[in-house]
């Protein structure tokens, strides 16, 4: 009786590949910033957790781009963000000014994780959903994870560029970094509309010198002055929640009244 023929699998294309390590790229950002922070190199933590936070941008675009968007990639990818995202910044926050507060500064890392991985789980549900209006894919549900970690960072970014080497995190300083991170933690884990970043996708064409020179400033601001950068970054992120707000609203209230309004 000759043997069963074993069932042949189909070789993966590489277009499926190419988005998954940017991912595992990623992750090792992540997993790196917390060696950082344990070697005492916060500046070189923060800087890993940014990378991270890009990479992970560049990720979903590479995989809709090529058309290798995949549920096992989707996973990874969720699984990723919550180390880059949630451990990371959590560790490097407790390490660099909130272990003055003892377990209460550990309490507000827990929380912070913790809202990072409700976070994510939400958005693994709701981005099945059919019945998701159009409008609907211009916001994000509560603040996405990358953006948490690099606001959530403020108080860290601050604390560089104002302390000398060697300085001490006063208790009063490190109070207001819990509720400032425990803030965030609340925003990441509330149904707070904020604006997504995947609905730009295009440039008119006489915007277009104007941006390349946008990303160039922006790039070299980063280059040599990075704490300044992400203080800039975070600052304008945070301005933009009110705004994210008063537009989810007038298009909630649009959406609902088109869909009261008899058909003709």
Known sequence: ME??????????PLRMLIPNVVTLMALSAGVTAIRFTFEGSIEW????????????G????????LKGTSRFGAELDSLADFVDFGV?????LYFSGLSRLLGFGWLICLLFCIACALRLARFNVMVDDP????????????????????????PVYIRMMEMAPGETVSRGFAGVEAAYVLGIAILMASRVPHFSGKSLGRVPREYVAV??????AALLSI?????QALVTLAAAYLGSIPFAIRRYRRLEAQHLLEGATPSA
């Open 131 to 154: 019945e998701l209006p159009a409008w609907r894919k211009g916001f994000f549900v509560g603040m996405p994870a990358p953006a948490g970690a690099v606001v959530g960072l403020l």
């Open 58 to 65: 560049l990720d979903g675009r590479i995989a809709r781009a």
């Open 88 to 92: 990371a910044p959590a560790i490097v």
């Open 45 to 56: 933590a923060v800087m890993a957790i940014a990378a991270a936070a890009v990479l992970d």
């Open 211 to 216: 941006a390349l020179i946008g990303v160039v």
């Open 3 to 12: 043997p069963a023929p074993r069932a042949r699998f189909g070789g993966v």
């Open 223 to 227: 280059a040599y002055f990075p704490l």
